[in-house]
């Protein structure tokens, strides 16, 4: 088998502990997510259970765009502030 073939296929999937170290998620919360059918995708090879990066990095641009916050460029500071965002 080519060598540059496998080191690229290796490194698209992650371990379940690969994913908690390069992510900061916990193991346990990866376990709990997987069993709950919530997270990112995931499948297993015998007991070996993986994740594609590129489903690692979709899934994780989805929770910054649904949970993203703040970055304003400017507030209206004119209004009373019980006025501000008042349609």
């Given amino acids: 088998m080519n060598n540059a073939i496998t080191d690229r296929s290796t490194k698209e999937l992650l371990t379940t502990r690969e994913v908690s170290e390069a992510y900061y998620i916990p193991v346990a919360t ?14 297993a090879i015998g007991r070996r259970v993986l994740y594609r990066r590129e489903a690692l990095e979709q899934w994780l641009s989805e929770q ?3 949970t993203r916050r703040g970055g304003r460029n400017s507030i209206d500071t004119s209004a009373p502030r019980n006025a501000r965002g008042a349609a």
């Fill in 30 to 43: 990866l376990r709990y997510w997987r069993c709950q059918d919530l997270g990112p995708e995931s499948f």
């Fill in 64 to 66: 910054e765009a649904a």
